[in-house]
């Protein structure tokens, strides 16, 4: 006699499962929530320095990496650490000097200024 049902899957399978459905909705969730804070906060351009850059490499069989490029306010000495675009990054050398347009948490554009006697 055959029986028809399927064996029901190990309860640790279930379990790892349900941590791997758990941890990508905390992931899409999280970036969702720092989206709609990012895009109600207000949008700033200020004038600054490129300070620093860095990159963080993720991954083992597929990389991905992430750059950011520390800003520093001329205003007031201030600075602030933003994600940035690859073609973006590529672009920022340490020392430049521009306009920064960002919102909340998220780079928007950065332009080079020409004119380094503004800033002296």
Same mark, same amino acid.
């Not at 895009?39 to 490129?50: T, W």
């Given at each position: 006699? /055959? $029986?028809?049902?399927?064996?029901?899957?190990?309860? !640790?399978?279930?379990?790892? +499962?349900?941590? &791997? !459905?758990? &941890? /990508?909705?905390?992931?899409?969730?999280? $970036?969702?929530?720092?989206?709609?804070?990012?895009?109600?906060? *207000?949008? $700033?351009?200020?004038?600054?320095?490129?300070?620093?850059?860095?990159?963080?490499?993720?991954? $083992?069989?597929?990389?991905?990496?992430?750059?950011?490029?520390? +800003?520093? +306010? #001329? =205003?007031?000495?201030?600075?602030? *650490? !933003?994600?940035?675009? =690859?073609?973006?990054?590529? #672009?920022?050398?340490?020392? =430049? !000097?521009?306009? #920064?347009?960002?919102?909340?948490?998220? /780079? @928007?554009? +950065?332009?080079?200024?020409? @004119?380094? *006697?503004?800033?002296?």
């Amino acid at each position: 006699m /055959f $029986h028809n049902a399927m064996p029901s899957p190990p309860p !640790l399978f279930s379990l790892a +499962f349900a941590l &791997v !459905l758990m &941890v /990508f909705a905390y992931i899409i969730i999280s $970036h969702i929530a720092e989206w709609a804070k990012n895009q109600a906060s *207000e949008a $700033h351009m200020r004038d600054v320095r490129v300070v620093a850059k860095r990159t963080s490499v993720h991954g $083992h069989s597929y990389a991905h990496t992430t750059y950011y490029v520390t +800003f520093e +306010f #001329l =205003d007031d000495g201030s600075r602030l *650490e !933003l994600r940035v675009p =690859d073609r973006h990054f590529g #672009l920022m050398a340490e020392g =430049d !000097l521009g306009i #920064l347009s960002y919102q909340g948490t998220q /780079f @928007n554009a +950065f332009e080079r200024t020409k @004119n380094r *006697e503004v800033y002296r």
